[in-house]
């Protein structure tokens, strides 16, 4: 029987879908119609990969990033073909995004796929056939879909401190190239965060010499610097046996994780974790210059955090939520900081701003509000600082405190109940699946969800290689 499918929106989620229907038999797919949905300025690159300054780098050396996961060597092989540099580590998101294009357009061709180049701002789920409507500026496509796959990751910022709508707050810095324009009058400048995006937006605001930067978040930990060393790390407690063990239980609990995690890092020469913490992880620039310190060490502790990540893809689910709480408190911060570490040109810029005076941060911040000149930044002990702008590099995430600022579309199915927003954010799946849960009628078969939109109940959702696995087993669950 043949099926029609639909995905909507284009970017890593997307394409994600895309291979892995490219992977199913040819007569399998010789059995599908597959139509596309995405706007003209997203195609092929969502929301990370735009046009932009070339300080808006990619976060993973040129060898370590690819279309296809199955074939790392792809990005490498693109930019030789095309006659650009490969002497460098990293190249820029917009230059990545070409590649994305590029190759997203040869597979489209290849699957003989229906591009639609505008927005879906509505879907109607027939629960009796388990098949939807798709609506595209207002009126329905003349299609009957029996399979939905959401991979529009187009989420609102976060607004720790409530300043959307004031004059001078810039909610949400992307593209950097508009956020040079409108700083051209700002000499000191707040960011709020100090996590990847902030580190790109230091990087922008920097380049103007007569700018200064007040940084801030609850930690101040910037992420750490990558060590790249082309050696592979042995695991004596967490082994490829280990986790098929324990994916095969029915809960995973918090002291087990802490059993094993505690044992890898002894089994690599670490004391314990909190003797990690207190030689090799640091607040502020004082973390940062730990890389040139200890680059063994923390190219070990960096592996051991993208094992952790991986492991807690299928794992976390099994945690109960006072579980993942406690790891969160202990472990998380650290981990992310660790497994999503900054290029060592970023790391370069920051430390030549604290050495020159040009980037302070700021402990203990407990407010920020608007005044009538900028904002006042208040720190607990009373003391107040001022600026003239204030910048939001907190990164995107679906709320149950955000949600009225989600997309047409993201409204649309809260407001008629065929989605929930998960209490640890994004949208509640079925984390083996990724197949939609409905408050209205439980778990739908037929609706996926991918990307940024489930980085909740999937731990750490936010690599092209784990949102590429993950579209495959949903593309692997809806053939059953």
């Known amino acids: 029987m043949r099926r029609t499918i639909g995905i909507i929106g284009m970017g890593v989620s997307g394409f994600g879908v895309l291979l892995a229907l490219s992977r199913l038999e040819r007569v399998e797919q010789e059995k599908l119609t597959i ?17 932009d300054v070339d300080l808006a780098l990619i976060n993973s050396p040129i060898d370590d990033i690819s279309f296809d996961y199955r074939e790392m060597t792809d990005f490498l092989a693109w930019l030789k073909e095309n006659g650009y540099a490969t002497d460098r580590d990293y190249v820029s998101r917009a230059l990545y995004g070409r590649y994305m294009s590029e190759r997203g357009r040869a ?10 180049l505008r927005r879906v701002d509505g879907l109607t789920y027939l629960p ?15 299609v009957i879909f029996d399979e939905i796959h959401l991979a529009c990751g187009d989420l609102p910022p976060i607004d720790p401190y409530r300043l959307e709508g004031y004059s001078n707050y810039i909610g949400d810095p992307y593209p950097l190239k508009n956020l040079g324009q409108a700083r051209s009058e700002a000499r000191e400048v707040g960011l709020i965060g100090t996590g990847l995006a902030a580190v790109d937006v230091l990087k922008c605001l920097l380049s103007q010499p007569e700018t200064t930067v007040l940084a801030f978040s609850r930690s101040n930990a910037f992420p750490t610097v990558r060590i790249l060393a082309d050696k592979p790390l042995h695991w004596e407690v967490m082994t490829d046996a280990k986790f098929k063990e ?23 020469g670490f004391e314990d974790w909190a003797s990690v913490c207190g030689t090799y992880l640091a607040p502020g620039i004082s973390g940062i210059n730990l890389a040139k310190n200890y680059p063994e060490q923390l190219y070990q502790l960096q592996q051991l955090a993208s094992r952790v990540a991986d492991w807690l893809t299928d794992l976390w689910p099994l945690m109960t939520r006072s579980d993942q709480k406690n790891y969160q408190v202990r472990y998380e911060k650290k981990i992310i900081n660790l497994r999503n570490p900054m290029p060592e040109v970023s790391a370069r810029t920051i430390l030549e701003a604290g050495r020159s005076g040009r980037l302070q941060l700021l402990d203990q911040v407990t407010n920020v509000v608007a005044i009538e000149d900028g904002f006042a930044i208040t720190v607990e002990d009373g003391k107040s600082y001022h600026v003239r702008q204030v910048v939001n590099a907190t990164g995107y995430h679906l709320t149950l405190e955000n ?37 209205r009628f439980g778990l739908l078969p037929t609706l996926f969800a991918h990307g940024e939109l489930i980085n909740g109940v999937i731990y750490q959702n936010n690599s092209t290689i784990k949102i590429q696995k993950i579209a495959e087993r949903a593309i692997k669950a809806s053939r059953r």
């Open 35 to 51: 139509v596309c949905f995405e706007d003209q300025l997203h195609f092929g690159r969502g929301i990370p990969f735009q046009e």
């Open 107 to 116: 597979l489209i061709d290849q699957l003989g796929v229906d591009l639609v």
């Open 128 to 142: 009796k056939t388990q098949r939807w409507q798709v609506t595209v500026d207002g009126q329905v496509y003349g």
């Open 246 to 268: 324990l994916c095969q239980k029915e809960y995973f609990s918090f002291s087990d994780f802490e059993a094993l995690f505690e044992a890898e890092l002894q089994a690599l």
């Open 403 to 439: 949600q009225d600022k989600a997309t047409v579309l993201l409204k649309n199915l809260l407001n008629h109940r065929l989605i929930q927003i998960d209490e640890q954010g994004g949208l509640s799946v079925l984390a083996e699946t990724a197949q939609v849960i409905s408050p």
